[in-house]
Nanobody, 120 residues
Framework: VQLVESGGGLVQAGGSLRLSCAAS????????IGWYRQAPGKERELVAA???????NYADSVKGRFTISRDNAKNTVYLQMNSLKPEDTAVYYC???????????????WGQGTQVTVSS
């Protein structure tokens, strides 16, 4: 199982970045995918998530600025980040999660993270 994030970097406030999360080794279509972030000294927080059927939810802090989408044909999830702010600076992680209805077990995979730095 692999989740590989890419697209991070340094951008000025007000700019945009698009993160990608490429998945392999599991049935991508069956999993909800989330983007989390962790800033220095802070806890990891959910930024945006997209369900297996395409439903989405966002943290209040990014609503209207970030958009999550998935391409099941490419086993990839994207996070389009617009109007970036310095407080968006963090390591961004991709997470894939599925709960088995039969066993109750939750399958939970993480990527290695990609750094996003927004300068003021």
């Amino acid at each position: 199982v692999q989740l590989v994030e890419s697209g991070g970097g340094l951008v000025q406030a007000g700019g945009s970045l698009r993160l990608s999360c490429a998945a392999s080794g599991f049935t991508f279509d069956d999993y909800a995918i989330g983007w989390y972030r962790q800033a220095p000294g802070k806890e990891r927080e959910l930024v945006a998530a997209i369900g297996s059927a395409g439903s989405t939810n966002y943290a209040d802090s990014v609503k209207g600025r970030f958009t999550i989408s998935r391409d099941n044909a490419k086993n990839t999830v994207y996070l389009q980040m617009n109007s970036l702010k310095p407080e968006d600076t963090a390591v961004y992680y991709c997470n894939a999660r599925r709960r088995s209805n039969a066993s109750g077990y939750t399958y939970d995979y993480w990527g290695q993270g990609t750094q996003v730095t927004v300068s003021s």
